[in-house]
């Protein structure tokens, strides 16, 4: 049978809608007996547990006040120890603070990720009076972090389409070589801008190409996909 308000299929033990509450049978007439369709009480949550994040955190904490401990007993000072403490803060973005979110959003922190290797590059620079953080790293961190977060983006958010985002970004990294091969030439002065740069240019362009002819011509696509059962 059916409740009489929302349509919902019922049991003919029910007492009641489920879904909308409305009473099945009259309370004067006899209800047959039988087992509900639906639970009466939704299923317990589990609780989920955080000792994995805060074991983590404990071990990250306790390695860089060992490394700084040691480093300031030996220099007095923070020389190398600094390197290691940015590379542990820099694995523990990456690795360890997603997981206190039930639901991490990756397009919220693959940028995060892109931010803090900016950071730790920046701290390097200034460190060690390099002088090409602005030049060369914030340049290809930033244009590397945009390309990833948009693809990220448009996997998450974008149905369908992978091998027209996936084409896209193949030719937009290799375009990028060219601009990496350029800022390497203005920062470090390593001659000859039209080099190496192509190669992995052509390759990559080959290799969005195919991805968007794959993508626009349907029986190309289906004839890979029948040729490796995919």
Request: aromatic content about 12%; proline content about 5%.
């Given at each position: 049978m059916y409740c009489i308000n929302c349509g919902v299929k019922l049991a003919d033990s029910e007492k009641e809608c489920?879904?909308?509450?409305?009473?099945?049978?009259?309370?004067?007439?006899?209800?047959?007996?039988?087992e509900p369709l639906y639970p009466n009480k939704a299923p317990a949550?589990?609780?989920?547990?955080?000792?994995?994040?805060?074991?983590?955190?404990?071990?990250?904490?306790?390695?860089?006040?060992?490394?700084?401990?040691?480093?300031?007993?030996?220099?007095?000072?923070v020389s190398w120890s600094g390197y290691v403490m940015g590379a542990l803060l820099l694995t523990?973005?990456?690795?360890?603070?997603p997981f206190w979110f039930r639901r991490p959003n990756p397009v919220i922190f693959v940028p995060c990720d892109f931010v803090a290797i900016g950071l730790y590059l920046l701290y390097i620079d200034l460190f060690t009076h390099g002088h090409w953080f602005l030049s060369f790293a914030f340049p290809v961190v930033g244009g590397?972090?945009?390309i990833v977060t948009?693809?990220?983006?448009?996997?998450?958010?974008?149905?369908?389409?992978?091998?027209y985002i996936f084409g896209?970004?193949?030719?937009?990294?290799?375009?990028?070589?060219?601009?990496?091969?350029?800022?390497?030439d203005l920062t470090f002065d390593v001659s000859g801008f039209i080099?190496?740069?192509?190669?992995?240019?052509?390759?990559l362009v080959t290799i969005g190409g195919m991805l968007l002819y794959l993508a626009i011509w349907r029986p190309a696509r289906e004839a890979i996909e029948r040729k490796f059962f995919i």
């Open positions: 489920p879904l909308c509450h409305t009473r099945v049978f009259h309370p004067d007439l006899m209800r047959p007996e039988g949550v589990k609780k989920r547990s955080l000792f994995p994040q805060i074991f983590a955190t404990v071990a990250f904490v306790m390695t860089i006040l060992i490394v700084f401990l040691c480093d300031w007993q030996l220099n007095h000072t523990y973005v990456m690795l360890v603070l590397i972090g945009l948009a693809v990220v983006t448009l996997l998450r958010y974008v149905h369908g389409g992978k091998l896209g970004a193949s030719i937009l990294l290799g375009a990028f070589m060219l601009l990496l091969e350029f800022l390497l080099g190496w740069s192509l190669y992995p240019l052509t390759v």
